[in-house]
């Protein structure tokens, strides 16, 4: 069994940051990627930012240069910055093992709002 738990979610203003993290722990073997999904009201969950086991990451097109993805051993940090309104959304943490077994939180909520 492998638990994922985030935090750091909350409302923010636009403009503003917020760091979420991930903490992954359980039967943890070898980790492919992580990452972080969201899902807004309405829309199908899409990849935010990835960052595998070798550093190299990857990010939606839509929060580039807004949004760091990072990793220290079985946790994964999104730090958010210049949030928008339509970055609102429940935010997955995502593990994937070198074995193809995937893993997700239980999700975030941040919502962008004045």
């Known amino acids: 069994q492998v638990q994922l738990v985030e935090s750091g979610g909350g409302l923010v203003q636009p403009g503003g940051s917020l760091r979420l993290s991930c903490a992954a722990s359980?039967?943890?073997?070898?980790?492919?990627?992580m990452g972080w999904y969201r899902q807004a009201p309405g829309k199908q969950r899409e990849l935010v930012a990835a960052?595998?086991?070798?550093?190299s990451t990857k990010y939606v097109e839509s929060v580039k240069d807004r949004f760091t993805i990072s990793r220290v051993n079985t946790a994964v940090y999104l730090q958010m910055n210049s949030l928008k309104p339509e970055d609102t959304a429940v935010y997955y943490c995502?593990?994937?093992?070198?074995?193809?077994?995937?893993?997700w939180g239980q999700g975030t909520h941040v919502t962008v709002s004045s």
């Open positions: 995502n593990l994937m093992s070198a074995f193809g077994l995937e893993y």
């Open positions: 359980g039967s943890i073997f070898i980790i492919n990627t």
């Open positions: 960052i595998t086991s070798g550093g």
